[in-house]
């Protein structure tokens, strides 16, 4: 069977204490919080936003690493993603072009290419080892998306822009140009899912895996704090490491 760069995991009760735990802990964030929200008041980012200690515990209940196909690791602090009803919206951040693809496309994009300099080109900066999303209430809105198999796409694609230099370097080259090529071929290629999961589930991508958020259609639903998830990317040493197999 090929890989599809993605895998849920549960319903585990571990899983659903943490997420119980964390969404009280998600309330009161936003509750106190003054980042402001994007995309017209419809996405809060919410980077670092959880307050789970390096084993991934919050306010004492454990990570449920036992539940989850993963090696203990520390753990930076959880964002919270949470969209609400109408995302996404234009906003003065984005340019019409952008927003468009956000509506259209999901945002779709690889964590860990950050934007650089005043053209934005894009360089690995954050290679991450994994990405794990954790529902931390129950919602029909906006689910994270994924393209099947697109990870193998991409890493081909980056690798052979990357060939060419020495591996201590990788970070610092600009892929954009490789990296929207791929991303054009698995938009042509691969098949586009929409993964809702509910707390107790957990949703495993791939880190090369291309992913995005759906646009909040006409009949979700979610509770009024809207739709959350809470999201974990522990960091590799290095670029090389990020792109090799598996």
């Not at 003054?34 to 008041?41: F, K, L, P, Q, Y």
Request: glycine fraction near 6%; charge should be neutral.
């Amino acid at each position: 069977m090929v890989d599809p760069g993605w895998s849920r995991i549960g319903p585990d009760p571990a899983i659903r204490a943490w997420a119980d735990s964390a969404r009280a802990a998600a309330l009161r964030a936003l509750a106190a919080t003054d980042e402001a929200w994007r995309c017209g008041g419809t996405w809060f980012v919410g980077v670092d936003a959880l307050p789970n200690s390096p084993d991934g515990a919050i306010h004492g209940t454990p990570f449920p690493w036992d539940a989850l196909p993963l090696r203990p690791e520390p753990l930076h602090r959880a964002q919270l993603s949470v969209i609400r009803p109408g995302y996404p919206r234009p906003s003065p951040d984005e340019t019409p072009a952008a927003f468009a693809f956000r509506r259209d496309r999901d945002a779709a994009h690889l964590d860990g290419l950050l934007p650089i300099g005043p053209d934005k080109r894009r360089m690995v900066k954050e290679p991450h080892a994994w990405i794990l999303g954790l529902p931390l209430n129950r919602a029909t809105a906006s689910p994270l998306t994924v393209w099947e198999g697109s990870h193998e796409i991409l890493r081909a694609a980056l690798l052979k822009a990357l060939a060419p230099h020495p591996p201590e370097s990788w970070g610092e080259i600009d892929v954009t140009d490789a990296y929207q090529q791929a991303r054009r071929e698995a938009f042509a290629t691969c098949r586009r899912l929409e993964l809702a999961a509910s707390p107790g589930e957990a949703t495993l991508i791939h880190r090369l895996t291309l992913h995005g958020v759906a646009a909040w259609k006409s009949g979700d639903t979610a509770p009024p704090e809207g739709r959350m998830i809470a999201y974990l990317r522990p960091q590799l040493a290095c670029v090389r490491d990020w792109l090799a197999a598996p």
